[in-house]
């Protein structure tokens, strides 16, 4: 953290970008967002970010999918306003970190799941429960009922973002674990993918 703190400072005000893939993309998800705190929205590419959380995404059955999905936005909803969790997003959501994903990679694909599932929620009409259910994680808000750790610890919601440019690999050929989530899949200037912005 203190390098990119001090690449920043050293720069004064030219451009500083953060990439990573896999774990590396984990660190420079971190950096961004304690920059983003201290009011450096710095361009940010994660390829193959790791959600930390039940690969939800792999479940083939939507009903199922859909089930467990609004019941743990009820659940982690309820829970946030019983402790009083902070608002982690309120800095936060200016900043747009670019998401690469691929929905073939367990580590990586439940982001897909996390957007596409906050956009359903407000098409039923209760996105404000959504948006407030996705501010902390299920593990957080329990420890923190617990007495285990405080709500605004950031360490178990490193994952959880309020807004992205998610970009989904749809070569559908990526099958092999390796190749889902391995690097060189980017560099493909001809692959097919999907790029939204969610917010």
């Known amino acids: 953290m203190h390098c990119v703190q001090n690449t920043v400072a050293m720069s004064k005000g030219a451009s500083v970008w953060?990439?990573?893939h896999?774990?590396?993309s984990a660190m420079a998800l971190l950096a961004g967002k304690n920059m983003t705190k201290m009011g450096y929205f710095l361009e940010t590419y994660l390829f193959n970010p790791p959600f930390f959380s039940v690969p939800i995404e792999?479940?083939?059955n939507e009903k199922v999918k859909?089930?467990?999905r609004i019941t743990s936005s009820v659940f982690k909803a309820g829970l946030s306003l019983a402790v009083n969790a902070h608002d982690p997003?309120?800095?936060l959501s200016s900043w747009f970190p670019h998401l690469f994903v691929n929905p073939n990679d367990p580590i990586c694909s439940e982001y897909i799941g996390y957007f596409k599932h906050r956009k359903k929620m407000e098409k039923f009409g209760v996105g404000k429960l959504e948006r407030l259910a996705t501010k902390?994680?299920?593990r957080s808000?329990?420890?923190s009922v617990l007495g285990m750790n405080s709500a605004n610890s950031e360490a178990p919601r490193l994952h959880l973002l309020p807004s992205a440019y998610l970009t989904i690999n749809k070569d559908g050929q990526m099958s092999d674990f390796k190749k889902a989530h391995g690097l060189h899949q980017w560099w493909n200037p001809s692959f097919h993918c999907e790029t939204m912005p969610y917010t």
Do not use: D
Request: hydrophobic share 50%; no cysteine; charged share 5%.
């Open 58 to 60: 792999a479940i083939k």
């Open 89 to 91: 997003f309120v800095v």
């Open 22 to 24: 896999s774990q590396g």
């Open 18 to 20: 953060l990439a990573g």
């Open 141 to 143: 808000l329990i420890s």
């Open 136 to 138: 902390n994680s299920t």
């Open 66 to 68: 859909l089930g467990i």
